[in-house]
């Protein structure tokens, strides 16, 4: 099957066309041909502009259609951010499930309006064509309540749904899969503790192939430092700050695009960060202390979590590339017997691979993600079961 994945930003769409032989098999998922279609809705006029998602798409349908020759698409498979507790499956999209999608947004507000969009574009475009949702939330969907709950009364919770979602869960499935094939375990059988370290950054404890915690909650803003946002911190700040006479906006911007590694080292690219810490800069050591400390934190809470974990792994732009981040987060957890074999850690490669010394308790992992090849095998698999 054909399929265009499609990852709708509120400026910009990234797509993927994808071959998918075999719904849900393990093999296939080659890449067709792929693009970016940025800056929609900047008013800056010239032969780049894009007014909006509609006109996006006609892009991508343009360059799509030359590549493919007569080809045909199949189906179109949308990231979703936020599925809520309504949606824990990929599901085949219809204008109920659209609404319903929509009536999601308070929830996640810079996402969840971009991907109704691309969906109504497509809708409009190639009305014939089946469209599948596969969303960011659903490989959460098993958390305990223990986990997900947060200590605030329960109205919270049934008026506005104020609960911990956890996100990253299409990269999770691939790569705790993968994971587990390259350590020769059952998925079923598969504990361990992930770190999906891109932009975004959250850790997540899977137990017996499923997730039981993650760091991220509410919103994608909990947890771990990230690039441009804060992850944990003293709710009371956000009281103190709208005190001193911030407002929800200005809030919003410190949090989510003003902190973390930008924050406190000037910087949110990992590699500009390391580059200057090594240089002598204070303020880069201080921001890969803080950052690394943090998420070993979770790690070792993570490990007991789930019973001993069998693997660590690392995934995602800095998980999968930065072996100096590796290195200051896995020298915190000598208390577990974890250590890293220095030569596989600084190896490159683009394979999943062991990076740990061979009597290490806990398998230490870099496995690629490819969250578009997770959503073209999902929307496949959807579409052929129809
Ligand atoms: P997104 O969440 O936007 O998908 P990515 O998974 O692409 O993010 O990760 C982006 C992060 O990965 C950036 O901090 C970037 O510096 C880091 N990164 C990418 N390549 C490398 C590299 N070769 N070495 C170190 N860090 C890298």
Redesign the pocket.
């Known amino acids: 099957m054909l399929i265009l994945v499609l990852n709708s930003g509120s400026s910009s769409i990234k797509y993927q066309v994808r071959e998918v032989p075999d719904p849900g098999g393990p093999t296939g998922g080659g890449i067709v041909t792929e693009g970016l279609i940025d800056r929609i809705g900047d008013a800056t006029p010239g032969p780049e502009a894009v007014a909006d998602h509609a006109e996006a798409l006609d892009r991508i349908g343009a360059a799509v259609s030359e590549v493919l020759g007569g080809r045909e698409l199949d189906a179109v498979g949308h990231r979703v951010v936020h599925g809520g507790e309504r949606f824990s499956e990929p599901v085949l999209i219809n204008n109920e499930i659209t609404r319903s999608i929509e009536r999601l947004n308070p929830l996640a507000p810079l996402h969840n309006p971009a991907n109704v969009l691309g969906i109504r574009a497509i809708t409009g475009k190639w009305p014939h064509l089946p469209q599948v949702a596969v969303f960011d939330t659903a490989f959460h969907r098993t958390l305990p309540e223990h986990a997900w709950r947060y200590a605030v009364p329960d109205r919270l919770y049934s008026r506005y749904g104020i609960r911990r979602y956890g996100f990253h869960g299409t990269s999770l499935g691939y790569v705790s899969t993968r994971a587990a094939m390259l350590l020769d375990i059952e998925p079923e059988d598969f504990d361990a503790v992930i770190a999906h ?4 950054a959250s850790v997540t404890a899977v137990k017996g192939g499923a997730s039981i915690d993650t760091s991220m909650g509410f919103t994608p803003l909990e947890g771990l430092v990230m ?1 441009t946002r804060s992850g944990d911190i003293d709710p009371s700040i956000l009281i103190f700050l709208l005190r001193q006479g911030m407002d929800a906006d200005g809030l919003d911007e410190l949090l989510n695009s003003d902190s973390g ?1 930008k924050g406190l080292a000037g910087n ?5 960060v ?1 580059e200057a810490a090594d240089g002598g800069a204070q303020a880069a050591r201080t921001a890969l202390a803080v950052a690394s400390y943090r998420l070993a934190k979770y790690i070792g809470g993570y490990h007991v979590a789930v019973g001993g974990a069998r693997a660590l792994v690392f995934t ?3 998980g ?3 072996w ?2 590796r290195e200051l987060v896995v020298d915190r957890l000598s208390a577990l017997g974890i250590r890293l074999d220095p030569d596989a850690n600084r190896a490159r490669s683009k394979e999943p691979r062991i990076i740990s010394t061979a009597d290490s308790p806990v398998a230490v992992l870099v496995v690629p ?1 490819d969250e578009e090849r997770a959503i073209a095998d999902a929307t496949a698999a959807v579409v052929g079961s129809r």
């Open positions: 370290l891109g932009n975004g690039g590694l949110n690219d990992m590699r500009s390391v995602a732009g800095i999968e590339n930065s100096q981040f993600t």
